[in-house]
């Protein structure tokens, strides 16, 4: 008989290293990267500092890169450091419904188990909380098989940072320039946190800067509590269990966004099956949670609020689509938050549009022949990978641009030269995956999408059109020019006309085609 065993959530990851993002070797450079960064951008907004986050990658073997992450955000406490980047799972944003990059736990630390498997060597970690705190050094590795950290090395150590966290690591990786490369991905990171400095050195010892271009830090998200409308059964019964409240109207009301001492007693009214106030939450039955699951699906509760999200701002789409990519003309909108399953979260959409001969820019308009640029991101994170599996990708497929002026295959991205930005703010990004690359197809934000989408797409064609108009009206004009002199010769010579006058009729001729058509 094979012998059973349970297996440890690294060692599950280890050999399904691709459901983390770290499939191929440029990838992984890529989401090694992000990962880290993503935390000190979570760090430094939480903690009210702008960012200051600096990258270096060194190509130190064949295919094999140090990537070191600086940030100058709050630091971590020491005691912290071995579990936060050497055991999966283990953070402090997925238990709360609050918008924020990171949600899992797994991020960091599954990087450093990349880094582990490719070769072999620890992270180093060096952080410090404060002036009046020491820094610290660590060196950590996960121990697979048990699913805990292995702390190789500690030990204080001078830094001339006042506070923040440096992380590096050791992998296999594949350095290029494209679409999906670490500069890419930065670029785009500057464009959505214009409050954030960002630098980059690469392998070649070039540097890129993105300097910020606003000292103000994004309105700080508040924590809700799940709205009655989008829990499972399990969740509620774990709720019931775990909840400190001693009755049920409290838990109700305490435990839920949106329920008010009065809402709550609708529902519990509503349950029935001998559910009253005062019910001890850890006492209620199977069957009586099951009744309550259905009477929080009926009982009206407002829609949540929307200061759990954060979401970018007309303005501010703007101000950055400019500042980063070339083109004539931009246009942004911005969707009244939504709900999918509870969460609230908000579309917004932003168009670049019409080539330029700028060329300063980081980004560049395709041609009139090529699919349009698209760029995704959710709570401001880039997603530049899986575009295929993404419902911001699919909504976009489906909409009909040619009602806005641009071409459109059947089934494909529109054509021409513009720049179509989707961002997604919500307290719980639906990910397809653990790589955190791509959305889910949820109806209600596949709907927000598209609706997004269409707004933005009339406000084009609004531009197209008159674009288009004018361009015609060129055309027509130059054509008829190469015909007047002809013209006026003939009329010359059937009115026998001198020279002087045939001028004269051809400067006529000149300023009626001149003059602005009707
Ligand atoms: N640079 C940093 N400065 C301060 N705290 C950090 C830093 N990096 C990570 N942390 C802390 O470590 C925790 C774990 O990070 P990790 O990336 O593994 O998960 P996460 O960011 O919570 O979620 P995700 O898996 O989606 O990235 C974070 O929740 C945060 O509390
Ligand atoms: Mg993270």
Redesign the pocket.
Known sequence: VTALRAISVAEFFSKNRHLLGFDAPQRALVTAVK??V???L??CEDAGILPEIAVEVRETGDDVFRVAVE?N????VVDEVAR?FAKLL?????HQLRQS??????????AGLYAQLTTGKPMRIVTRTGRESDAWELLVSIDTSHDRPDVHEKKKRDWDVEHG?R?ELELEGRWNEGPGSVLRYLQLTALTNPHASLRLTAPDGTSHVFERTTSVLPLSPVAIRPHPRGVELGRLIAMLKDTEQKHLAGFLHAEFSRIGRITALRVIDRAGRGLTARSYPRRVAKRQAAALHRALGHVRVQAPRSDCIAPLGEKSILASLREHVAAQHYFATCRPPAVYRGNPFAVEVGVAYGPSRDASRDLTLPDREDPVLVLRFANRVPLVFQSGACAITRAIVHTNWRGYGLAQAKGALPAGPAVILVHIASVWVPYTSES?QAIAHYPELAHEIELALRDIGRQLRARVLRDDRVLLERKRRAHIQTYLPHVSAAIGSILHQSPKEEAETLRLLRSALERPSA
């Open positions: 990962e880290a993503d935390n000190a979570d760090a940030d955000g709050p630091g971590i936060i283990y953070g402090s944003k997925f990059r990171g949600q899992q736990g797994i991020g960091i630390s599954a966290t992380v955190k």
